[in-house]
């Protein structure tokens, strides 16, 4: 670790992973009540725990690219964060909005948490991914427009690299449309129509310009390969990711009343979203081989090469699986789109934030440059059993959804909705057993950092490694 204020994005990381360890726990909560429908009702209902599940993802990730943010501009701008002090601030009110509003979610009856936050003031609860209370949303703009102050003004007042200017654009952009949240018209098809620019814009738009940033400044530290060679690939991806993901957006427009054109639109341009995935693999493998210097963090590696990989599965061929109109008619709001999701998720920025905190917490916990072998040994197991589990998930889902598409869209006698749940229900079983598997690897993931070594010989291969690199 160069610069002191780096510090600050230790905080960041561990409140990442804890809120993603909470998200895993309801994950695994709603897919028992899948297959065991009053499974701890009424306690914490299936609705409730669909929101916890899903806000949590957005929480954890924003904590984690706001930690990476932190941990790379000052090395990339080759100075200290301004206003190291705000960041700290801003860390405390975001978690404990977050944890009143999870709090509330478990506690209050929605409605009654509409009426006690006023939500009647300015109306903008009850959307799917947007179920924060107004005053929650309010409290996330003041963060990230903190947030945006104190990375802009370092990478203002410190060098200018092409890492910093695309991650900077993408944290801009999620600050900018998430201001689409408190839009909430009464006409239902403006309001999904807007809806999708906070939703779609975030995941398939900007957040994968904060993906691109952070990988690249993983594989400069770790290949050694020139900049200019892996920011000119940066360039290209960055490019082709904002021409299809920005029209890309109509592939949700396809059945909420909104003009034919965009059957069109939605199908062209979504069918191009692979492209940069692709782009983005062979970028990763080809800096990976390129390489002039064996990094003594080989966890980081895998994990930012696993990125590119999976990223391109999920977000990539399960996103173009039913993403033409035609095709999309018959899936759409099926375990299929649950399938791609959870996929694409993990692939495009889970794994990124996990290859983040692989790579600088070490660092900030006082090691040379890495974990000790033994503990990347644990950690890689983790990457594995994860990584592998979530192949499962996807497969059990996506075979859930052709049989539902099939029974209850496409057969000539559709079945009705509860009876093809339960025809499907041997899938619910096989993909929560596979969350279980995936828990436990997220648990090894946790463990390895507390895994040190005993062996003088291997602290100092590391430290050797470290000076080369």
């Given at each position: 670790m160069k610069y002191k204020s780096q510090s600050v994005?230790?905080?960041y990381f561990i409140a990442a992973i804890a809120l993603f360890v909470g998200q895993i726990l309801f994950g695994l909560?709603?897919?028992?009540?899948?297959?065991?429908g009053d499974f701890l009702f009424p306690e914490i209902p299936f609705n409730v725990a669909r929101m916890v599940h899903t806000n949590l993802l957005i929480v954890w990730l924003l904590f984690g690219f706001m930690g990476s943010a932190y941990y790379l501009v000052p090395e990339e701008a080759e100075r200290e964060l301004v206003a190291p002090w705000l960041a700290k601030l801003m860390f405390w009110i975001f978690l404990i909005a977050g944890a009143a509003t999870v709090a509330g979610y478990l506690l209050v009856p929605y409605a009654k948490l509409a009426?006690?936050?006023?939500?009647?003031l300015l109306p903008t609860m009850g959307r799917e991914f947007l179920e924060q209370p107004t005053i929650t949303k309010l409290g996330i703009v003041v963060v990230a427009l903190s947030f945006l102050f104190s990375i802009g003004i370092t990478i203002l007042k410190g060098r200018k690299t092409v890492v910093t200017l695309v991650l900077l654009i993408g944290l801009t952009g999620l600050a900018v449309f998430f201001l689409f949240a408190f839009y909430n018209p009464?006409?239902?098809?403006?309001?999904?129509?807007?809806?999708?620019?906070?939703?779609?814009l975030w995941v398939e738009g900007v957040w994968e310009l904060i993906l691109g940033a952070i990988l690249a400044f993983i594989l400069i530290k770790t290949t050694g390969v020139d900049r200019e060679v892996i920011e000119k690939w940066l360039y290209v991806i960055i490019a082709m990711t904002l021409i299809t993901g920005l029209i890309g957006t109509g592939h949700h427009y396809y059945w909420i009343g909104t003009p034919d054109f965009w059957q069109w639109w939605g199908s062209i341009f979504s069918a191009m979203e692979p492209i940069p995935f692709f782009m983005m693999t062979i970028f990763a493998f080809n800096m990976v081989n390129r390489r002039r210097r064996n990094h003594p963090n080989k966890a980081a590696v895998l994990w930012a090469l696993g990125t590119a990989v999976m990223a391109f599965l999920g977000a990539g061929v399960w996103g173009f699986l039913h993403t033409l109109s035609p095709v999309n008619y018959y899936t759409h709001g099926t375990q299929i789109t649950a399938a791609h999701g959870h996929m694409a998720f993990y692939?495009?920025?889970?794994?990124?934030?996990?290859a983040m905190v692989s790579y600088a917490m070490p660092m900030m916990r006082g090691r040379k440059a890495a974990n000790s072998p033994r503990s990347q040994v644990v950690e890689m197991w983790s990457f594995w059993l994860m990584t592998?589990?979530?192949?499962?998930?996807?497969l059990f889902l996506t075979g859930?959804?052709?049989l539902q598409t099939y029974l209850q869209r496409y057969s000539d006698q559709p079945i009705d909705f509860?009876?093809?749940?339960d025809k499907i229900s041997l899938f619910y079983w096989l993909r929560e057993i596979a969350g279980v598997v995936f828990l436990i690897g997220l648990v090894l993931y946790v463990v390895s950092f507390f895994i040190g070594t005993d062996d003088p010989e291997a602290v100092e291969k590391i430290e050797v490694d470290a000076e080369t690199a």
């Open positions: 994005a230790k905080l909560v709603m897919g028992l009540q899948y297959v065991v009426e006690l936050t006023m939500d009647d009464e006409n239902l098809v403006l309001d999904k129509y807007y809806w999708w620019w906070v939703v779609h692939g495009a920025y889970v794994m990124i934030v996990l592998v589990s979530m192949v499962f998930i996807t859930a959804g052709i509860m009876t093809v749940q």
